[in-house]
């Protein structure tokens, strides 16, 4: 039972253009989501969070959108870079709980073209 | 620079062996977590532990066990290693007092089971 799925395996931009990366989610507990970036052969690396109270959060190129009726977000990228050809993980919060524990998607990668 | 350090970054083992993954963090946090990750899967939580010798089950914590002795290491072993046991193992950690839960993730080891 897969709490929170990226239905789309792979993603294919041209440079300069938006990448949109999606996530469902089920579970309405769910008090933070965030996105992670991982390169082969590295660890992820956090990239941007949003609260469940809020429904836009931005840090400089990557905006995520919550729609929580929808219980669905997406990461927006624009312009896209090269650089950002990556496995994107979006995951969920279970909770404000002591353990942290972090409930991840199955992962989209995306592909910036020159 | 804060960091979680995963001590082999690449190991062949045998079926049946027994493996042991250190993780040490220098981040004096409280909470760590052993993920695994696999295409089309995600990153699937194992054990995560929330304080020196407590530990708590993941989502598929069979066929593994943890060790949490001091603060700062956190081991994951396979008692008796199979080939369904090739994987990146991924080792976090975060405060107990996160605000967005964000986990910093080590380096990854991939271990391969013969």
């Known amino acids: 039972d897969q709490q929170v799925k990226q239905n789309s395996p792979s993603l294919s931009v041209q440079e300069g253009r938006i990448s949109i990366l999606n996530c469902d989610y089920t579970?309405?507990?769910?008090?933070?989501f965030l996105w992670y970036k991982k390169y082969p052969a590295e660890g992820p690396t956090f990239l941007i969070s949003i609260s469940s109270i809020k429904d836009k959060n931005e840090d400089g190129r990557f905006t995520v959108f919550l729609n929580k009726s929808a219980k669905h977000l997406s990461l927006h990228i624009v312009p896209s870079q090269p650089g950002d050809s990556a496995v994107y993980f979006c995951?969920?919060?279970?909770?404000?709980?002591?353990?942290?524990?972090?409930?991840f998607g199955q992962g989209t990668t995306l592909q910036v073209k020159p | 620079d804060v960091k979680v350090t995963q001590s082999s970054r690449y190991l062949v083992k045998r079926t049946g062996e027994k493996v042991f993954l250190e993780c040490v963090q220098d981040m004096d946090h409280e909470n760590m977590f052993w993920y695994r990750q696999d295409p089309g899967l995600g990153l699937r939580l194992i054990y995560f532990s929330y304080d020196v010798k407590m530990k708590e089950k993941g989502d598929i914590p069979e066929g593994y066990s943890v060790s949490r002795e001091k603060k700062e290491r956190f081991s994951l072993i396979l008692e008796s290693a199979s080939t369904n046991q090739t994987s990146m193992y991924l080792c976090a950690s975060r405060p107990r007092s996160s605000g967005a839960n964000v986990l910093t993730f080590g380096a990854g080891s991939r271990l391969t089971v013969l």
């Open positions: 995951a969920a919060s279970e909770g404000s709980s002591n353990t942290g524990k972090l409930i």
């Open positions: 579970n309405s507990m769910f008090d933070y």
